[in-house]
């Protein structure tokens, strides 16, 4: 699967992932790994902070109502469209512009104090590329705070609920690397993804000279009276994300 197909398929549903995800992040985001994320993050006040696949701007925004000086990026123009609408009135430094998160073109060397990719990397055809963008465009010391899907849990035709847990099918062995398609949600189009196992993960978090300096599986941690009671169960079964902060030596 190519760029094209990719940056197509984010297109087609741009308009209702900004119905999913809102100003303020879907049920996930919210009781997952948003928490995990801002933490992983620190204080960005006066920071110039790169949102490394921006979607609708849900988090573009929250950045720059934090005190960041922002740069968002995307690589689908429909995406950009909806997130210069969503950032319009929060005042502050925010410049959102058409990229692509494998090269990060239009983002200098070394300018970047954080960068957050916050579920984009699992969908870009070549991973290794894009952390090479990340460490190649933040300043020494500087980090990243990477979010993706869980490879451990990532299988498109699951999980299964049974009546005493959760069963996964894989179509693959877990070892291997494979794109795939799938159905997910309210959408009415498909979603183009890319299973990497783990210690592929490691591997190229290394070869782009990035240090692993913490890692979380976000799960939610706290009751909370706005979620129903069956979501935040649901929640605690499975971590479906993994959190990396990466620093530049």
Not at 7 to 24: C, F, I, L, P, T
Not at 130 to 158: E, M, Q, T, Y
Not at 215 to 223: K, L, R, S, W
Request: one cysteine or more; aromatic letters at 10%; proline letters at 6%.
């Amino acid at each position: 699967m190519t760029d094209d197909e990719v940056r197509e398929s984010w297109n087609r549903k741009a308009s209702e992932w900004h119905a999913h995800v809102g100003r303020d992040g879907d049920s996930n985001r919210r009781l997952n790994s948003d928490p995990v994320l801002w933490r992983m993050l620190g204080d960005v006040r006066g920071l110039r902070v790169l949102d490394a696949g921006c979607g609708t701007g849900y988090l573009t925004a929250q950045l720059a109502r934090s005190g960041a000086r922002v740069v968002a990026i995307d690589i689908a123009p429909a995406m950009i469209e909806i997130a210069r609408a969503n950032v319009a009135d929060v005042g502050g430094q925010v410049d959102v512009r058409l990229d692509d998160g494998q090269t990060l073109a239009t983002v200098a060397d070394a300018s970047i104090d954080r960068v957050v990719s916050n579920y984009v990397l699992m969908d870009l055809p070549d991973h290794e590329a894009a952390l090479r963008a990340i460490a190649r465009v933040l300043v020494p010391g500087g980090w990243a705070v990477a979010v993706f899907l869980h490879p451990c849990f990532d299988v498109p035709d699951g999980p299964e609920r049974t009546g005493t847990g959760i069963r996964y099918a894989w179509p693959r062995p877990y070892a291997d690397r494979w794109g795939f398609r799938c159905t997910w949600g309210p959408f009415s189009s498909d979603f183009i993804a890319f299973h990497r196992p783990l210690a592929d993960w490691w591997r190229a978090i290394r070869a782009a000279g990035l240090v692993v300096d913490d890692f979380d599986e976000p799960m939610v941690a706290i009751d909370r009276a706005d979620v129903p009671a069956e979501e935040i169960a649901k929640a605690r079964w499975t971590s479906w994300s993994v959190a990396f902060r990466l620093r530049r030596p």
